[in-house]
């Protein structure tokens, strides 16, 4: 009886059947682990991302475990493409519920060496392009009277300085500020949107890096020595995107094991 209850308990916090929720940049990383928590929840998990094949995986390995997803391939800087998927998804799926906005680029380089082409570039994916999705988002939302969550992925490189990480953290830490603002104009539609700072996240795409000379000092440099996997996130994203937290909004959860104090 009590394992019964105990199961109920959790459905009811955490549950999301029944409900679609999107995530960008699914096909690798971040993107993918997000997706296939919110599938392992019940959801029906939209995938968004440029590489059509890096999505079909993601698709997979979903489905194999019994869970719902499909792969829309889009680049997300594209508003006219971006639309059409989004209203495809909403055609064809489950009521939209939340948003992981996910998808982003990195860019390390000295002040002095920054290109107005790198700037434009990471601003505009970063920033530009993850404001106009969630509008986007918010938008279908409103015009159905639907409740919804967004959790934007901003980085703990928004609140400290990692060196040759200047135009990156600013780009997230103004998606930060913009996690806030949106919070506060939506909040009458019932709509919640919340950031999560992750810490530096060992994934396909940066491994390379972190073995390196310059990667392993890095990583010693770190009060625990060690580098986080995307399932670190898990717990936050399964707390801001279920009825669970359905009284936080306009917040940034940090999840970094505490690498700020090791940052430089």
Not at 20 to 33: E, K, L
Not at 70 to 83: E, I, K, N, P
Not at 114 to 122: H, M, T
Not at 187 to 194: K, T
């Amino acid at each position: 009886m009590t394992n019964d209850i105990d199961t109920k308990f959790l459905a009811r916090c955490f549950g999301l059947s029944g409900l679609t929720a999107i995530v960008t940049g699914a096909g690798s990383g971040i993107g993918r682990q997000a997706a296939r928590t919110l599938a392992a929840a019940g959801a029906e998990v939209a995938l968004l991302g440029r590489r059509e094949e890096a999505l079909k995986e993601t698709e997979q390995m979903i489905t194999r475990h019994g869970g719902r997803a499909r792969s829309f391939a889009v680049d997300v800087t594209d508003r006219q493409a971006l639309s059409e998927a989004l209203d495809a998804i909403q055609e064809s799926m489950a009521p939209l519920w939340a948003l992981v906005n996910n998808a982003g680029v990195g860019g390390r380089a000295p002040l002095l060496d920054v290109s107005e082409a790198q700037f434009d570039q990471i601003l505009g994916v970063n920033t530009k392009a993850a404001l106009f999705v969630a509008t986007a988002f918010a938008q279908r939302l409103i015009a159905s009277a639907l409740p919804g969550r967004i959790i934007n992925i901003c980085s703990l490189a928004a609140q400290s300085h990692p060196l040759n990480l200047a135009i990156y953290g600013a780009s997230k830490a103004a998606l930060e500020h913009l996690t806030r603002s949106m919070a506060h104009e939506w909040a009458s539609h019932g709509i919640n949107v919340n950031a999560i700072n992750p810490g530096f996240i060992e994934t396909e795409i940066n491994r390379a890096m972190f073995q390196t000379p310059v990667g392993r000092k890095m990583i010693e440099s770190l009060p625990r020595q060690r580098l986080g996997t995307p399932e670190a996130l898990d717990g936050a994203l399964l707390l801001l995107s279920s009825p669970a937290g359905g009284f936080i909004t306009a917040s940034t959860l940090v999840v970094d094991d505490a690498q700020r104090f090791g940052v430089s």
